[in-house]
């Protein structure tokens, strides 16, 4: 279980890092293109971090941590597909400063799984 969850917390970090320079490029007006294989590796990110809440719930890494980790995935899924529909003109940016911070978040629940899954295995 231990390497089940070092490979997807790896899958996770890699994720992670592509959406941020997709999310910087989409920012500036670049690479809007894009924005479908965003989704995509969103969603994957979000499929890993349920994954390691399933091998948390094996591990018996606490309940909050795993729920929070399974909602924290549905608010990310769905700010995500519905970010361009909120809050449109001159204040949008406000949707994409909080779709970041609550993605920084679902890795921060995705790290704090790992590490209770590697010391409870």
């Known amino acids: ?3 089940t969850a070092k490979i997807v917390q790896m899958l996770i970090r890699l994720c992670f890092v592509v959406l941020l320079v997709l999310g910087v490029l989409f920012w500036s007006g670049r690479a809007l293109d894009l924005v479908n294989v965003h ?6 990110l979000v499929l890993g971090l349920w994954v390691m809440a399933v091998l948390g719930i094996r591990a018996r890494a606490g309940w909050g941590l795993i729920a929070m980790a399974v909602i ?3 608010v990310v899924m769905g700010l995500g597909m519905a970010q361009t529909q909120l809050v ?3 204040l949008h940016w406000t949707v994409r400063v909080v779709h970041l911070l609550v993605g920084v978040a679902a890795i921060g629940l995705a790290e704090q799984l790992a590490a ?6």
């Open 1 to 3: 279980m231990r390497l």
């Open 88 to 90: 449109p003109g001159d």
């Open 72 to 74: 924290g995935g549905l």
């Open 39 to 44: 989704m995509l590796i969103g969603t994957i």
């Open 116 to 121: 209770r899954i590697s010391r409870a295995t």
